[in-house]
């Protein structure tokens, strides 16, 4: 029983020196914090099959992993200060997500440098950011590896 608690405090500190696995969520989980997101947002797939009923106030959450930001659902009309941000080429990642769910407006107003901003989006998700990421991801279509690449460009033109 030493043995095994010895090697899941390894296995704990090795993937907290990983940057991906230091965010890394549990999917259940965010299927669980659902309950939070459905009265705006749905999960349905490009085919049309609904993999969450929700509201439609806000856009389809289908597909954002690795998306570029305000493009994930192209029937959706998007604030003017997040169409502001997707102009920097930023591409949906888990650091950004959880940023910007934690606080909406302040996400906008930390990456547009404009104090002046508002986020359509008032729903602050106090806890579960990171699971819901991982759902999301679990749900939608694999995310191609050149969008890392994107986000690292798009984090420089954000800070410049």
Not at 8 to 29: E, I, K, N, R, V
Not at 78 to 89: K, V
Not at 93 to 117: C, I, Q
Request: aromatic share 8%.
């Amino acid at each position: 029983m030493l043995k095994n608690a010895a090697l899941s405090t390894l296995a704990a500190l090795t993937m907290g020196l990983s940057g991906t696995a230091a965010f890394a969520g549990d999917p259940a989980a965010g299927e669980r914090e659902w309950r939070g997101c459905r009265s705006c947002h749905a999960l349905t797939d490009d085919e049309g099959n609904q993999i969450q009923r929700g509201g439609r106030s806000a856009p389809n959450l289908y597909g954002i992993p690795g998306a570029a930001v305000a493009s994930a659902d192209p029937d959706f009309g998007y604030s003017d200060p997040l169409l502001a941000y997707a102009e920097t080429g930023a591409v949906w990642n888990e650091e950004l997500f959880v940023e910007y769910v934690t606080d909406p407006t302040a996400f906008l107003r930390h990456h547009l440098g404009d104090d002046s901003v508002r986020s359509a989006m008032t729903y602050r998700m106090r806890r579960g950011a990171e699971d819901m990421w991982a759902y999301l991801e679990s749900v939608s279509p694999a995310v191609e590896d050149d969008a890392a690449a994107g986000d690292d460009a798009a984090e420089d033109a954000a800070t410049d």
